[in-house]
């Protein structure tokens, strides 16, 4: 069976660093895009930052510049370098893969906190 299991997350002050990392195991074929989403209190999830199997990335506007996802294919793993954090990045950060396995789909993980505040 699939798993996606998240770590990094913690409480830091603002203008401070966290890297995040998402590892998938399992009886893996193939992973195509995986991402990082997350949600604040009262707020829908969202986009964060996406990155293909061609390592082509997409981020939303708001972490341009401030945040880096990177994969390592060789440990079925996605970073999120994030820096010069802001309270408003303040959420859940969850991973998600879309993944081929003996039960193929898009996977998440368990959702790891964020916290900006000083």
């Known amino acids: 069976q699939v798993k996606l299991v998240e770590s990094g997350g913690g409480l830091v002050q603002p203008g401070g660093s966290l890297r995040l990392s998402c590892t998938a195991s399992?009886?893996?074929?193939?992973?195509?895009?995986m991402g990082w989403h997350r949600q604040a209190p009262g707020k829908q999830r969202e986009l964060v930052a996406s990155i293909s199997s061609g390592e082509f990335t997409k981020y939303e506007d708001s972490v341009k510049g401030r945040f880096t996802i990177i994969r390592d294919g060789t440990k079925n793993t996605v970073y999120l370098q994030m820096s010069s954090l802001k309270p408003e990045d303040t959420a859940v950060y969850y991973c998600n893969a879309e993944i081929v396995a003996s039960v193929s789909g898009t996977f998440w993980g368990q959702g790891t906190q964020v916290t900006v505040s000083s």
């Open positions: 399992g009886n893996i074929m193939r992973i195509n895009d």
